[in-house]
């Protein structure tokens, strides 16, 4: 049984729904705080089967302890965590104690396991900061964090190198995933950000719909050809199997050394503006937006070098910026309707 920890949030979600289509046996674990019951039914819905599902907050010790003697769980895929950025910089205690305390919690229960356990960590292009060199390629140095949370990722990946040093049974991957943007085709499971969105997409969508009365580009003065932010977005359902081929590189002995990590992303940059016209071009709708300062923490560009997960990982992204926007844009109608 694979344990999916924030199964009910955005990308665990998709994953989950992967996981499932493919007849994996599925363990989410979730406390709801950036989610809802309704993603469970969702994934149901869209995967036509029920994962097992505890509703656990994962810094609890002793629930975490329970869990792995109540099921038999195999591998573990570790989403669970708080992601935004400007929140963090607001709570850094609850950001520092939510992304590392339940990821000890799960390292020591494999600790007192004797089976091997593969093990995945959604960690985030954010590492690099702004990167010396594009496209990123793994080898890029880590840069000092810009945000609590993106220290938190460091941390994370730093736990991991060492703890798969000391622990023998314990094998793991970090997937540094760039943008992920979109829903599943079925239009069950989305991205439902629980207060203002943060990321460009979901704002777009939102601003289409009527929810914001219109968006602002933070910045047109950046060194980028046409001033606006170049970033990497990535259709979940793509990042969603990523995890699928990361996880059966582990079960299936294939990885070359005991922590790796890949850059998840499609390889292409679009900017801000880009973006823009190609949610008007699928949508047949004019956006209403403004040119704002810049956000301070924004990285000028950053798009993956995606040669390591081709050629290493056996993995590449599929769908088109087109087809990402296409379905967020069909969710939030679904859930404005
Ligand atoms: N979405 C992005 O742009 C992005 C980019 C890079 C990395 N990541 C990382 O990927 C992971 C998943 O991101 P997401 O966008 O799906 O976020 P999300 O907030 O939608 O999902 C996280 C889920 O974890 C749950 N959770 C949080 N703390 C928990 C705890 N202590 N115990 C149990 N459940 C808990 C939340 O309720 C939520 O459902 C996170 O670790 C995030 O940092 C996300």
């Known amino acids: 049984m694979i344990l999916v920890t924030g ?69 573990i895929i570790h989403f669970a965590a708080y992601k935004a950025v400007g929140e963090s910089v607001e709570k850094p205690l609850e950001y520092y104690e939510n992304n590392t305390v339940p990821l000890i919690n799960l390292l020591i229960e494999i600790k007192k396991s004797k089976r091997d356990f593969p093990f995945i960590f959604s960690s985030s292009c954010t590492v690099y900061g702004e990167a010396n060199r594009l496209p990123i390629t793994e080898d890029e140095p880590i840069k000092p964090a810009q945000s609590p949370y993106g220290n ?17 049974n314990l094998q ?8 992920p ?20 997409v979901p704002f777009i969508t939102q601003t289409a719909a009527g929810l914001h ?3 602002t580009v933070f910045g047109d003065d950046y060194p980028t050809p046409d001033g606006t932010c170049i970033r990497d977005y990535i259709h979940v359902v793509d990042l969603a199997n990523a995890h699928i081929t990361a996880l059966q590189r582990l079960t299936r002995h294939l990885s070359t050394e005991k922590y790796e990590v890949f850059n998840l992303g499609t390889g292409a940059g679009s900017s801000v503006l880009e973006v823009i016209n190609t949610f008007e071009k699928v949508s047949s709708q004019k956006l209403s937006y403004t040119i704002g300062p810049r956000r301070s923490g924004d990285v000028v560009a950053a798009y993956a070098d995606t040669q390591k997960a081709k ?17 967020a844009w069909a969710w939030e109608q679904k859930i404005r309707s």
């Open 7 to 75: 199964g009910l949030g955005f990308i665990g979600a998709h994953t989950a729904t992967a996981l499932l289509e493919k007849d994996y046996e599925v363990l989410i674990v979730d406390d709801l705080s950036n989610s809802t019951m309704d993603v469970l039914a969702g994934i149901e819905k869209a995967a036509q089967k029920k994962p097992f599902f505890e509703e656990l907050d994962l810094k609890d010790s002793a629930k975490a302890s329970q869990l792995f003697k109540n099921y038999h769980i195999d591998s």
């Open 213 to 215: 009365e219109q968006l």
């Open 311 to 327: 050629n290493v990982l056996g993995w590449k992204a599929e769908q088109t910026l087109e087809q990402a926007i296409a379905s």
């Open 172 to 179: 793991a991957i970090s997937l540094r995933y760039f943008n």
């Open 152 to 168: 938190t990722k460091q941390i994370g990946e730093e736990i991991l190198v060492d703890a798969t040093k000391a622990l023998n």
């Open 181 to 200: 943007i979109g829903a599943h085709p079925s239009n069950e499971i989305g991205e439902l950000p629980l207060g203002k969105p943060q990321n460009l």
